[in-house]
């Protein structure tokens, strides 16, 4: 029997139970269990359609994007919200809508490329998918939306250069963290400025706390943030109507028209330090598994994803490769939905035997197949992971009383000397890995052996700090010179909030950690902190 099939059927044996359950209304609670058994998988063709002229509000308020660039094709995302903190954005939750776009070659539209037609359902909460197929390989083009009289913003996307091409530079750009209670998205902003050919957002790109009134951080005037959002996401609307906050934010918005972004989602999305079936607040996995369905529907509908992204009920194919020319192999990793339940009751704990345990692992046996497989037939010259956790060990003193996080790689240490161990078989020479999660920025020489620091250094790890979690952050946080000094593979430590720019090339890879000075006012403006260097063929991080 397959997971899906086994998830399905947990999912259908607890349904008669949830009528007595308090963490779900009935509606909701029989809304998520339509979604996690996979009904509909696609639109509904009875669905009444509604003409674009009885659309009185603009129904773009959650902006545009594009993402997973492909040589030949390009992925462009819209939902349909007029009123976006209502449930069904304002539109009747039994029509589809049918939405005209436009794919461009300039900002004005005067040289198409494509056009065409798409339906919104309701069944996705109208939100638009659209793969555009037959185009040109490494070229810039721009896109937009209509409905009616409604013009959507114009987005601006790219294709990945050709298979096997021969490509001299590559700009990315690292992202994570997005509390918006904690703070504005100024980085977001100064993002979608930035020279970059694609974006990777690496999780938590929303949070599922309740969020009161004011926004926190943010300190709006009180009844500025509707009341439906003042408790923690369960169902499929807490889960839709958190999305419409975040990506109503104009910061975010811009950062999506300006840039194609591949995404991939940590914990928060769902719930704090879930371990696939297995809840943080320790409720049947039968019941988590229903939360989880509704946490994934939410999350491809929001995002622009491809169709073989789509979540079966509460299951995912979300880790996926991608590349860019000969230069560089990407593969997108999801550390959440297979791994193993964290060691130790969780958090910041001593070592002990289960974090070498072989029967233990962070991505499960399927996905470090696919990771190793990618890479014996990778034919990039940089082979980069975005992932979410922090990859390399960090202990948190410099004693042999220290601890490690339960819920990183460290805690899993079996598994990542597998996977060492398939870089290693596999001849990759440059292995970067791309981490978010931690709300601080580092920069690490991935070790083979992190436990003896004269050990060869094998690769380079690059954690992007926070868009907004954590509030304003410090150059250098109380444990800054503990942290330092008790891993010497760690070459770099900021804990301001920002992203981080990665420039690859023939001869090596640069990142640059932009930070801004506060995120509880709006506007801060933006700094290099440091920046580094590491040669192609020579594994270890100088500053530049």
Request: charged fraction near 20%.
């Amino acid at each position: 029997m397959t997971a899906d099939q086994t998830h399905t059927d947990e999912i259908r044996a607890v349904a008669r139970h949830l009528a007595r359950r308090r963490f779900l209304t009935a509606t909701g609670a029989a809304t998520a269990l339509a979604f996690a058994v996979n009904l509909p998988a696609t639109g509904t063709a009875a669905a009444a359609e509604l003409a674009p002229r009885l659309v009185a509000e603009n129904p773009f308020t959650l902006g545009v994007a594009s993402g997973d660039p492909q040589p030949g094709s390009v992925l462009l995302w819209t939902r349909l919200a007029p009123r976006p903190y209502e449930p069904g954005g304002g539109l009747p939750a039994r029509s589809r809508v049918d939405v005209q776009w436009e794919l461009a070659q300039d900002a004005r539209f005067t040289r198409d490329v494509r056009r065409g037609n798409a339906p919104a359902h309701p069944e996705f909460d109208h939100s638009v998918h659209i793969e555009v197929l037959g185009l040109a390989p490494g070229r810039v083009y721009y896109y937009r939306f209509r409905l009616g009289r409604w013009i959507s913003p114009v987005g601006r996307t790219r294709t990945a250069p050709a298979p096997g091409a021969t490509v001299s530079r590559l700009r990315l750009a690292a992202v994570s963290c997005q509390a918006y209670p904690d703070g504005y998205f100024t980085a977001h902003r100064h993002l979608s400025r930035e020279d970059v050919d694609v974006v990777f957002h690496l999780g938590d790109y929303i949070y599922e706390y309740p969020i009161d009134s004011t926004a926190a951080d943010r300190h709006y005037k009180p009844g500025t943030i509707p009341a439906v959002y003042d408790h923690e996401t369960v169902t499929l609307d807490d889960y839709r109507l958190r999305y419409a906050l975040y990506k109503s934010d104009p910061d975010l918005i811009a950062a999506h028209a300006a840039h194609p972004f591949v995404v991939t989602w940590d914990d928060h999305e769902t719930e704090d330090n879930y371990a696939g079936a297995v809840s943080q607040d320790q409720v049947p996995p039968e019941e988590f598994l229903i939360r989880r369905a509704a946490a994934y529907r939410a999350y491809w509908e929001n995002q622009p994803l491809r169709v073989p992204q789509r979540p079966a009920g509460p299951d995912a194919r979300l880790y996926r490769r991608l590349s860019w020319g000969r230069l560089a192999q990407f593969d997108i990793l999801d550390t959440r939905q297979y791994r193993s339940d964290q060691a130790y009751g969780d958090g910041w704990q001593n070592p002990g035997p289960a974090i070498d345990d072989p029967a233990r692992t962070l991505t499960g046996a399927t996905q470090e197949r696919w990771l190793a497989d990618g890479w014996r037939t990778s034919q990039a010259l940089w082979n980069v992971v975005p992932q979410q956790v922090m990859f390399s060990e960090r202990r948190n003193v410099p004693t042999s009383a220290y601890k490690l996080s339960m819920d990183a790689w460290d805690g899993y240490r079996a598994s990542r000397q597998r996977v060492l161990a398939g870089a290693a078989a596999a001849g990759v020479a440059n292995l970067l890995v791309l981490t978010g999660d931690v709300h601080v920025a580092f920069a690490c020489d991935i070790k083979a052996d992190f436990r003896d620091p004269a050990s060869r250094t094998v690769g380079t790890e690059i954690v992007t700090t926070s868009i907004a979690s954590g509030r304003d952050g410090a150059d250098k946080p109380g444990n800054h010179a503990a942290l330092l000094q008790a891993n010497p593979h760690m070459k770099f430590y900021n804990g301001r909030r920002g992203y981080a720019l990665v420039t690859l090339d023939q001869r090596g890879a640069r990142a640059d950690f932009r930070t801004v000075s506060a995120v509880t006012t709006p506007g801060a403006p933006v700094t290099t902190a440091a920046s580094f260097v590491t040669e192609a063929g020579r594994p270890g991080l100088t500053p530049a």
